[in-house]
């Protein structure tokens, strides 16, 4: 089984892939187009019978890249007619900057069967370690496989369970100034990496 994903990516990818023997192909991004992720004309040279799904991150980890709408929808196609999966982690949806727009594969009509979407509340309410989210899909056969493991051994702790119900009553405003402060923050390291010579670093 293979899985098609960008590169640089989330380093545990690996680690869990050889676990369960799937092969992930990476498709090396490059500063020289702004970080770019995944182009149809690329799945097409790295694709075959063995490919069950691809692997998307918005905003991408580690790069930071957004997909916009016009990057996703040219994956529908493609998707259908080799019946993949698209695997996507939304795990960072609030955080956009610079007027950027989030926009979620979920909008996008004809892939509900072919959709695996990852999210998780620990990550929108910084409670980095914590691991509660939850998994969405319309393939009602990929849930039923997914629930077998969930049955054998997956929970999250009791502790856990109720800071989340907490955080999920908080107001959406909230984010606005996180969003404000962390845009201070990456404005100030993008200025001072590229003070540094020999290091480039782009904005988007």
């Known amino acids: 089984m293979r899985f098609i994903s960008s590169e640089p990516f989330y380093v545990n990818y690996n680690k869990m892939a050889t676990m369960y023997r799937v092969k992930i192909v990476p498709v090396t991004s490059t500063i ?6 995944l182009s149809i004309d690329t799945l097409k040279k790295k694709i075959n019978p063995l490919t069950k799904a691809i692997l998307i991150c918005k905003s991408d980890t580690p790069i930071g890249y957004l997909y916009t709408e016009e990057e996703l929808r040219q994956f529908k196609e493609f998707v259908i007619q080799h019946y993949l999966f698209l695997r996507e982690e939304e795990v ?16 996008i009509e004809g892939l509900e069967k072919h959709l695996l979407i990852i999210d998780l509340i620990s990550k929108r309410y910084s ?5 509660m989210g939850c998994i969405t899909s319309k393939n009602q056969e990929l849930i039923s496989c997914i629930l077998k493991f969930v049955q054998v051994r997956l929970r999250s702790l ?3 369970q109720i800071a989340t119900e ?8 909230c984010f ?9 923050r990456w404005n100030n390291l993008l200025e001072g990496l590229n003070q540094i010579n020999d290091v480039q670093c782009n904005r988007s």
């Not at 409670?127 to 691991?131: L, S, T, V």
């Not at 907490?166 to 405003?173: G, I, K, L, Q």
């Open 127 to 131: 409670m980095y370690g914590d691991w």
């Open 166 to 173: 907490v955080t999920v009553d908080t107001s959406n405003t």
């Open 158 to 160: 009791s502790l856990v």
């Open 176 to 184: 606005k100034e996180v969003i404000r402060e962390y845009t201070s």
């Open 92 to 107: 960072y949806q609030e955080f956009a900057y610079d007027d950027a727009k989030y926009y979620s594969v979920l909008k």
């Open 32 to 37: 020289e187009e702004n970080f770019a992720l």
